[in-house]
């Protein structure tokens, strides 16, 4: 592995004290200290991802040499476990804090979340514990695992910051769920086919997603 890959694992923390200190300036403490709490629950989220990479390995679903194998692991073994313990930690022990008073807060915790569960997930498949290993190109997953993180914990705080403030709160939250999984699960397809094409479509298209709804988060008021 190349020495460089190395420097990926600053990636996360880089960002989340970014966020920190860029917080610490304009919120109150409360706030600054729930954005630690989150990142310190997203690494403990990255628990869900390694039991369903070592329960496919025991069920041997990881050996990829058909494509359904290679949708099951990219969208469910990879997609869905990651996004599901990001999901259960931010939905129950994040959401329904005071801090929460806009929507688009759900996503600014999300962001934390997520860089929580990266900095831990990228260590994990370097040091490949349980056979937790990267499927797919390491230096380029290396690169850009963080900030794909960061679109995908932008659709899910977006549909978990709304429902906060609506009367259907479970619709917005299996969205959230289900739309964050798909675009994990994709992204995973075009790192393990090597179908880099397909990969910049995807980029490109999940990143005017993720600005469209972090600018309709930002100017929605709360309901209630």
């Known amino acids: 592995m190349r020495p460089i890959v190395y420097v990926t694992l600053s990636f996360a923390p880089v960002i989340m004290l970014v966020m920190y200190w860029y917080f610490s300036r ?3 403490a409360s706030y600054t200290g729930l954005l630690i709490r989150s990142f310190l629950l997203g690494a403990a989220g990255t628990l869900v991802l390694v039991a369903a990479v070592i329960l496919s390995e025991l069920l041997g679903l990881n050996d990829l040499r058909s494509l359904k194998r290679t949708l099951f692991f990219a969208f469910i073994t990879a997609g869905f476990s990651s996004e599901l313990g990001k999901f259960i930690l931010t939905r129950y022990l994040i959401i329904p804090k005071k801090q929460i008073d806009r ?17 831990v997930a990228l260590l994990l498949f370097m040091l490949e514990p349980f ?27 977006f549909f978990l910051g709304m429902g906060k403030f609506t009367s259907t709160a479970y ?43 972090g600018l309709k988060a930002a100017y929605t008021k709360p309901e209630n």
């Open 26 to 28: 304009r919120q109150s």
């Open 171 to 213: 619709s917005y939250s299996i969205t959230g769920l289900l739309c964050a999984a798909f675009f994990h699960g994709l992204f995973t397809f075009c790192l393990i086919t090597k179908d880099f094409k397909l990969l910049s479509l995807f980029a490109f298209g999940c990143t005017v997603i993720v600005f469209v709804l």
């Open 131 to 157: 056979n937790l290993k990267a499927q797919y190109p390491f230096t380029l997953f290396a690169f850009i695992y963080a900030p794909a993180n960061i679109l995908f914990s932008v659709i899910l705080g």
């Open 103 to 119: 929507p688009i807060d759900g996503i600014t915790y999300s962001i934390a979340v997520a860089m929580g569960f990266s900095a």
